[in-house]
């Protein structure tokens, strides 16, 4: 059984249609990345993932939860599926360690002192135990970011899905943030992450999708796709980002 | 009374009548706070109708002078066969009143809290009253502090309009205390110093608290 089912999926803002019928397949602790030039609907495809935004047609199965129930239904599935944005969107009115331990705590009603146990576990794996009782602006851009993982991971999902997340900060951050995912994908989590890293989806994805014009223009495991592109939209792609 | 001079009796009677300000206020305030976050909150709410209420009832109270809710409660409902004290239509229509502007204050500020706030809460599987009170209503309480201290300064001073239905406050008894003595300049004078010094430490509050907001960062 694959971890995420993606079927003939479509989707349209008002007469744009971004989406045209995507369709893929993630196994549990694979590693997918999309790439794409702006606008080709990677962040739209990975929003309709949890229900972020709603599809037209077309199915997404997703942990094991189906897209498309009520309510109740959608944030069951949420429990199961961690999101990280390009803009990190801590709460900052909240320490990194009460970030951390809010949904835990108040969705899935786990105690204080459980969540304040799961919460230094988290904050270790992302290598930030020190900031426990930080505020987020007291933070750097990459601290932020890894604060954002963690915070998704204390959910304990099933599904992690990443949306640009190195797009904002500089190269020496890129890395730090970069590095904590290589880790959560090792450890055999299953993710779907947006990047325009392609040397980090290269070397840690074990497929890439290409997308283009709201269609997946080219699919493969990464070392093949990038070593030989069969569409000439791709080869264009691929170059222009070596330059 | 006979004809008399303003002197300290009557300076007391001024001070007295400031209790009445000081509570018409804070009934204004309270109330209208209350009345005011019902329809902040449906004013931000996901029923379109709901929304659309919200938005007629800011409009309606906004778009009618403080003088003729007062009117409206004192002699429209007298007419109608209930008899208000004048404690109770002034605390109702400054009420009502506070509450159509402090709606529209908090609303802006609940939507000034970026949307991203919401996706995030939303997509860490929280109810939408959850995201309001864990995530939202906190950030927007911090941004209306300022507007809201400011606005207080607004209705003390607004209370004043409620003399015309006989409510004894500041104002009313500043023209009793005229109509007594006929030293105008002296009584208003008196007045006016008083309002200021209510008023005073409130705008200073909001500008300090402004202030404070904007060194604070997003904290
Ligand atoms: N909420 C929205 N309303 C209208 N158009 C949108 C919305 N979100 C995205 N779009 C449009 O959909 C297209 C795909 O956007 P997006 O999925 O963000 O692309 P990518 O992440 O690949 O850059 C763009 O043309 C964008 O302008
Ligand atoms: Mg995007």
């Known amino acids: 059984m694959p971890e995420v089912v993606v079927e003939n999926v479509h989707k349209s803002f008002g007469a744009l249609e971004v989406l045209k019928g995507v369709s893929l397949s993630v196994g549990r602790g694979e590693v997918f990345a999309l790439i794409g030039r702006s606008g080709?609907?990677?962040?739209?495809?990975?929003?309709?993932?949890?229900?972020?935004?709603?599809?037209n047609a077309g199915r997404i199965e997703i942990a094991?939860?189906?897209?498309?129930?009520?309510?109740?239904?959608?944030?069951?599935?949420?429990?199961?599926?961690?999101?990280?944005f390009q803009s990190y969107n801590l709460f900052p009115h909240l320490t990194v360690g009460e970030n951390i331990m809010l949904a835990p705590r108040i969705v899935k009603d786990v105690a204080k002192a459980k969540a304040r146990d799961v919460a230094r576990e988290v904050l270790q794996l992302v290598g930030l135990s020190e900031k426990f009782d930080s505020y987020p602006d007291q933070l750097s851009g990459g601290q932020q970011q890894?604060?954002?993982i963690a915070r998704s991971l204390a959910m304990r999902p099933k599904v992690m899905l990443f949306d640009e997340v190195t797009s904002a900060l500089?190269?020496?951050?890129?890395?730090?943030?970069?590095?904590?995912?290589?880790?959560?994908?090792r450890d055999g989590m299953t993710m779907i992450l947006v990047t325009h890293e392609m040397g980090f989806a290269r070397r840690v994805a074990t497929q890439t999708i290409f997308m283009h014009k709201g269609k997946i223009w080219e699919q493969g495991p990464s070392a093949a796709l990038f070593a030989d592109?069969?569409?000439?939209?791709?080869?264009?792609?691929?170059?222009?980002?070596?330059? | 009374m006979t004809l008399k001079t303003f002197g300290l009796d009557q300076f007391g009677f001024l001070v007295f009548s400031l209790q009445w300000t000081i509570l018409l206020t804070v009934i204004a305030l309270v109330g209208g706070g209350l009345l005011g976050f019902a329809v902040a909150l449906a004013r931000t709410a996901h029923l379109k109708p709901v929304r659309i209420a919200a938005a007629t009832y800011i409009q309606v109270i906004q778009g009618i002078p403080v003088l003729m809710i007062l009117f409206l409660s004192y002699y429209g409902l007298s007419?109608?066969?209930?008899?208000?004290?004048?404690?109770?239509?002034?605390?109702?229509?400054?009420?009502?009143?506070?509450?159509?502007?402090?709606?529209?204050?908090?609303?802006?500020?609940?939507?000034?809290?970026?949307?991203?706030?919401?996706?995030?809460?939303?997509?860490?599987?929280?109810?939408?009253?959850?995201?309001?009170?864990?995530v939202i209503l906190p950030q927007a309480m911090r941004i209306s502090l300022p507007p809201t201290v400011g606005f207080a300064v607004?209705?003390?001073?607004?209370?004043?309009?409620?003399?015309?239905?006989?409510?004894?406050?500041?104002?009313?008894?500043?023209?009793?205390?005229?109509?007594?003595?006929?030293?105008?300049?002296?009584?208003?004078?008196?007045v006016a110093v008083l309002y200021f010094v209510v008023c005073y430490p409130l705008s200073q509050l909001s500008r300090l608290l402004e202030r404070r907001l904007h060194a604070g960062s997003s904290r």
């Open chain 1, 40 to 55: 080709s609907g990677k962040s739209t495809l990975l929003r309709c993932m949890n229900g972020l935004e709603k599809i």
């Open chain 1, 64 to 84: 094991g939860h189906a897209l498309g129930g009520d309510a109740r239904a959608l944030r069951k599935l949420r429990t199961d599926v961690g999101i990280v």
């Open chain 1, 146 to 148: 890894r604060v954002a």
């Open chain 1, 170 to 185: 500089d190269p020496e951050l890129t890395e730090e943030v970069l590095t904590v995912m290589e880790n959560l994908a």
């Open chain 1, 229 to 243: 592109p069969q569409t000439p939209e791709l080869r264009q792609f691929v170059k222009s980002d070596v330059k």
């Open chain 2, 79 to 134: 007419l109608a066969g209930f008899e208000l004290p004048p404690l109770c239509a002034a605390g109702a229509s400054m009420t009502i009143y506070a509450s159509g502007y402090l709606a529209e204050i908090w609303r802006g500020c609940i939507q000034a809290v970026p949307k991203q706030q919401w996706e995030a809460s939303e997509s860490l599987a929280m109810t939408r009253l959850q995201q309001y009170r864990y």
């Open chain 2, 154 to 190: 607004q209705v003390v001073k607004n209370t004043s309009i409620t003399s015309i239905i006989g409510f004894v406050e500041l104002a009313r008894a500043g023209q009793l205390i005229n109509n007594a003595t006929f030293q105008p300049f002296r009584v208003f004078l008196a």
